[in-house]
């Protein structure tokens, strides 16, 4: 898969991972989600990895959201986090646990992700979290 495909899979599972922690979307509503992409839905192999790309964090999201928690500081918790931030942490969480994908990589597209769709400074936070994992 090339590194353009991994790096839109990655931004539309955080997609994903922020409309369940909005709105609990079920399985139906993630392949709809994801079949409004035409690029995506025209290659199955990436349409079928970026599917159980998000199945797999939205089915042990709990885990990821405790995982997550532990390397808060003191005093805070998930609910002071924004669900975008939240939503970036939990995908570059499972793919921390759960794949071979380099840290360096995982946590600089978190950065760039969070650049992109957070608050100024929330990268600085999500690079100090996820650099705390694993």
């Given at each position: 898969?090339k590194k353009y495909?991994?790096?839109i899979?990655?931004?539309k599972?955080?997609i994903?991972?922020?409309?369940k922690l909005?709105?609990?979307?079920?399985?139906?509503?993630?392949?709809?989600y994801?079949n409004?992409d035409?690029?995506?839905?025209?290659?199955?192999?990436?349409?079928?990895?970026c599917?159980?790309?998000?199945?797999?964090?939205?089915?042990?999201?709990?885990?990821y959201k405790?995982e997550v928690a532990?390397?808060?500081?003191?005093?805070?918790?998930l609910d002071r986090?924004?669900k975008m931030?939240l939503?970036?942490?939990?995908?570059?969480?499972?793919?921390?646990?759960?794949t071979e994908?380099s840290?360096?990589?995982?946590i600089?597209?978190a950065?760039?992700?969070?650049?992109?769709y957070?608050?100024?400074?929330?990268y600085?936070?999500i690079n100090?979290?996820?650099n705390?994992?694993?």
């Open positions: 898969m495909r991994k790096k899979i990655r931004e599972a955080v994903a991972t922020y409309q909005l709105v609990d979307t079920n399985e139906d509503e993630i392949r709809e994801l409004s035409k690029d995506l839905s025209s290659n199955q192999d990436d349409f079928d990895y599917f159980m790309f998000i199945i797999s964090i939205a089915s042990n999201i709990e885990r405790a532990k390397y808060l500081k003191p005093g805070w918790t986090l924004s931030e939503a970036i942490l939990l995908v570059g969480c499972y793919e921390l646990l759960e994908q840290k360096e990589v995982i600089n597209e950065v760039e992700l969070s650049k992109k957070c608050d100024s400074d929330a600085k936070f100090g979290l996820l705390r994992i694993k």
